[in-house]
C-alpha cells in the first residue's frame, strides 16, 4: 500500500521534530517543511524567538536524522500583509490583536495546505497540543483540546474549518509535553531541550510599540490620561503603549491604582478606571468561525475564554446573525480586549470561536 505523504511543518523545535518522527512510525511519508517570514534574521530576539537561521538548520538536522525530504517554504509577502500588517492596524485601532491567530488562520492552515495539495500531499500536520476527531451523529470534524491542558492549544485554532480539519493531523494531542521531550532525548534530537518560542516571533523583547512605530516609519504623538468622567490624570507617551487592563508603566503618581480600561484613538486619550469597573458580562464576536456545528439556532450553555490563559468560564451564547455572536458570562470577567479572541468549548471540544468587538 502506498503511504500518506503528509507535509509537516517543521520550525526547529522540539514539537514539530518528535511529530515528524510521530508520522513516520505510524506509516506516513512525511516531507519537512520550514516556512520562512521574514528578509531579516536580526528582527528576532535570540533568546526567545523561533524561525532564526538556526531553527532552520536545526529543522534540517532532524529531517537528515529521519531520513526524510525538507524544504524551505518562502511565505514572507503573506506572512507581512496577514500578520504582521493585521497587528501593526489593529493596535492604531486601538485593539488588542492576536497574531498567532492570524498565522493559523492564513498561512499554516490554509497557504500551506493549498502548496501541499499542489505537491500532491494527502494532509499536513503540525505539532501543536491538540486533537481531531470526527462524529458520525453530526458528520463533523471536531476540534478537540490536547490532553496535556498546560499546552493546550486548541484557542489559537478556533479558526480551523472543517475543509482543514479533514486534512490535518496532531501527533502530538495524545501526549504530555515531558512525554515529548523524552522521546526526544531517546531519539537524539538537537533540539530536544530547546527552550519554548514566545508567542509574537517578530516583535524583539516584547516591545510591540517599538517594532509598530519603526515599522510604520512615525512616531505617535502623547496626549491625555483622563478619567471616565474627562478628567485628565496625566501625559500618556503614545496610544499604542498601552493594554486594556494594564496598570504597571503608565508613569503616574495616583491616590489610588487605577488601570487602562479604554483607548479613545479619535481624541488620542486613554481613559483609565479602578479594577472594580474593568469587569464586564456581556462581549459581542465577529469574525466567527464554528466547528461543532453549522448555526447556534437557539440560546447556548458553553464554557468560554477571552484570553490564551484564562480558565474557562460558564457562559450563555447566541448567534444573532450569520457573524454575530453574543456571550452573556454568569460571572463578570475581566478586561475584554477589543481585537482578541473569544473561543467557546462545550467540554474537551471546541464549538467554536470570534474577534471581540
Not at 515529548?180 to 514566545?198: I, T
Not at 515599522?215 to 503603549?241: N, Q
Not at 495616583?254 to 469597573?277: M, T
Not at 468560564?313 to 446573525?321: I, K, L, M, N, Y
Request: glycine share 8%; aromatic share 10%; net charge negative.
Amino acid at each position: 500500500m502506498e503511504q500518506k505523504k503528509v507535509l509537516i511543518g517543521m520550525s526547529g523545535g522540539v514539537d514539530s521534530a518528535v511529530s515528524a518522527y510521530l508520522l513516520k512510525e505510524n506509516g506516513y511519508a512525511p516531507v519537512g517543511v520550514n516556512c520562512r517570514f521574514f528578509d531579516n534574521d536580526d528582527i528576532f530576539s535570540k533568546e526567545k524567538a523561533c524561525c532564526s537561521l538556526d531553527d532552520v538548520a536545526e529543522a534540517r538536522q532532524v529531517a537528515f536524522q529521519l531520513g526524510i525530504p525538507f524544504y524551505v517554504f518562502n511565505f514572507k509577502e503573506a506572512f507581512q500583509k496577514q500578520v504582521i500588517q493585521a497587528f501593526v492596524d489593529t493596535y492604531i485601532a486601538g485593539g488588542t490583536p492576536n497574531p498567532c491567530i492570524n498565522c493559523n488562520r492564513y498561512l499554516k492552515f490554509d497557504k500551506l495546505l493549498r502548496r501541499a495539495f499542489e505537491l500532491g500531499a494527502d494532509a499536513i500536520a503540525t505539532g501543536h497540543y491538540a486533537r481531531i476527531t470526527y462524529d458520525e451523529g453530526c458528520r463533523r470534524f471536531l476540534l478537540r483540546k490536547g490532553v496535556d491542558e498546560t499546552k493546550d492549544q486548541s484557542y489559537v485554532l478556533y479558526c480551523l474549518t472543517q475543509q482543514q480539519l479533514s486534512h490535518t493531523l496532531f501527533p502530538l494531542g495524545d501526549m504530555r509535553k515531558s512525554e515529548v521531550r523524552a522521546l526526544a532525548q531517546e531519539l537524539g534530537f538537537c533540539n530536544a531541550k530547546k527552550h519554548e518560542s514566545q508567542d509574537i516571533c517578530f516583535v524583539p523583547d516584547g516591545d510591540y510599540a517599538a517594532f509598530i512605530e519603526k515599522h510604520c516609519a512615525r512616531t505617535f504623538p502623547h496626549g491625555d490620561f483622563v478619567a471616565k468622567d474627562g478628567t485628565v490624570l496625566g501625559e500618556h507617551k503614545g496610544i499604542i503603549r498601552y493594554t486594556i487592563g494594564q496598570r504597571r508603566g503608565l508613569g503616574l503618581a495616583l491616590p489610588a491604582p487605577l488601570y487602562v480600561c479604554k483607548k479613545d484613538v479619535e481624541n488620542n486619550r486613554v481613559v483609565l478606571c479602578p479594577d472594580s469597573e474593568l469587569y464586564e458580562k456581556e462581549l459581542y464576536a465577529d469574525d466567527i468561525n464554528l466547528i461543532a456545528l453549522d448555526r447556534i439556532t437557539s440560546p447556548l450553555r458553553v464554557k468560554a475564554k477571552v484570553r490564551y490563559k484564562q480558565p474557562e468560564q460558564w457562559a450563555s451564547v447566541t448567534q444573532e446573525d450569520d457573524d454575530l455572536l453574543h456571550i452573556v458570562f454568569d460571572e463578570p470577567q475581566r478586561a475584554f480586549a477589543k481585537g482578541q479572541a473569544v473561543v467557546l468549548y462545550d467540554g474537551d471540544i471546541v464549538v467554536g470561536g470570534g474577534t471581540i468587538r
